[in-house]
């Protein structure tokens, strides 16, 4: 009777959780509802936006906010407002595409490096520094050097980027798993050695990973807005935050609007995301928790 009678409340929990969450923590709320925002105007964007981002129109050239195009229009007539909700399309597409890319590599090169001994580890450990040495972006550059310009260019470059962040998160956390009692029992036992990385190591590093993930996402938006800034990212007419922010540089004395706006987008943005994964982390990380 006990056990039937407490079972259901597991299920009953998690929504409480969540919402319980949200309410203790307003500063994620907040961040959450942008973000969410931002994601929904990125989906949306032919139905939301008003004008077509790349449409030029001579006529309407560095037009100051008004009511026909509410946050203006930059030296190329184009509206910024159209170009403001596509470029979130692209700033969050390669945030999510490169950080789930750097994931990846860093799960299999840390997870490699935890679980190997002696030249092998020594040689991932080497990669895995080498790669930290450099900043995301000085690093980021270097690859859009070999790889060239464009978006698909732009997402693996970041990508390969910040595998060693991931890479070093995911091996200290193997490093602390595989000398736990109930993984050398199942060695002990016979086990299968990918048996035990599945069903033993691989989920107690995954849900970290994924905490990372989420703090890691606007630091991939930042870098690739700072390589389209610098004129090496993005190519034009691609309506792209960074680009469009350098576009405007040249004419903030008088129509500081063509770089504010999308400069004001991306760090709302930034903002918002940082936000949500400072959120999750004290949330959900098991070390703050248990320091907590």
């Known amino acids: 009777?006990?056990?039937?009678?407490?079972?259901?409340?597991?299920?009953?929990?998690?929504?409480?959780?969540?919402?319980?969450?949200?309410?203790?923590?307003?500063?994620?709320?907040?961040?959450?509802?942008?973000?969410?925002?931002?994601?929904?105007?990125?989906?949306f964007a032919p139905f939301v936006a008003p004008y077509d981002p790349t449409f030029q129109d001579i006529d309407w050239m560095m037009t100051a906010p008004s009511a026909a195009h509410w946050l203006g229009t930059d030296s190329y007539g184009q509206d910024i407002l159209s170009r403001i909700i596509f470029g979130a399309r692209y700033a969050l597409s390669i945030g999510l595409i490169s950080v789930a890319i750097g994931a990846f590599g860093g799960l299999v090169i840390g997870l490699a490096a935890g679980l190997s001994d002696g030249l092998v580890e020594w040689l991932l450990m080497r990669?895995?520094?080498?790669?930290?040495a450099m900043p995301s972006l000085i690093m980021a550059v270097a690859f859009i050097?070999?790889?060239?310009?464009?978006?698909?260019?732009?997402?693996?470059?970041?990508?390969?980027?910040?595998?060693?962040?991931?890479?070093r998160t995911v091996r200290a956390d193997v490093m602390q798993v595989r000398v736990?009692?109930?993984?050398?029992?199942?060695?002990?036992?016979?086990?299968?050695r990918l048996r035990?990385?599945?069903?033993?190591?691989l989920p107690n590093v995954v849900y970290p990973l994924a905490v990372q993930v989420t703090i890691r996402i606007s630091e991939a938006i930042l870098v690739s807005s700072s390589l389209s800034f610098l004129g090496i990212g993005v190519t034009p007419p691609t309506p792209d935050w960074g680009l469009m922010?350098?576009?405007?540089?040249?004419?903030?004395?008088?129509?500081?609007?063509?770089?504010?706006?999308?400069?004001?987008?991306?760090?709302?943005?930034?903002?918002?995301?940082?936000?949500?994964?400072d959120?999750?982390?004290?949330e959900f990380d098991p070390k703050l928790r248990d320091g907590a």
């Not at 050398?184 to 016979?190: D, I, K, R, Y």
């Not at 350098?246 to 918002?272: D, H, K, N, Q, T």
């Open 245 to 277: 922010i350098a576009e405007g540089r040249g004419f903030v004395s008088f129509a500081a609007w063509m770089s504010g706006m999308p400069g004001a987008a991306l760090a709302i943005l930034l903002i918002a995301l940082s936000l949500v994964g």
């Open 180 to 192: 736990q009692l109930f993984v050398e029992a199942a060695g002990l036992m016979g086990v299968a």
């Open 1 to 43: 009777m006990t056990d039937t009678a407490t079972a259901p409340v597991p299920a009953r929990r998690a929504p409480r959780r969540r919402a319980s969450m949200l309410r203790r923590r307003p500063f994620f709320t907040l961040g959450l509802a942008v973000a969410l925002a931002f994601a929904l105007a990125a989906i």
């Open 196 to 201: 035990i990385i599945w069903r033993h190591i």
């Open 279 to 282: 959120g999750i982390r004290e």
């Open 127 to 132: 990669l895995i520094d080498s790669i930290l």
């Open 145 to 167: 050097a070999i790889l060239g310009q464009g978006v698909d260019k732009v997402i693996i470059a970041v990508g390969i980027a910040m595998i060693g962040p991931f890479a």
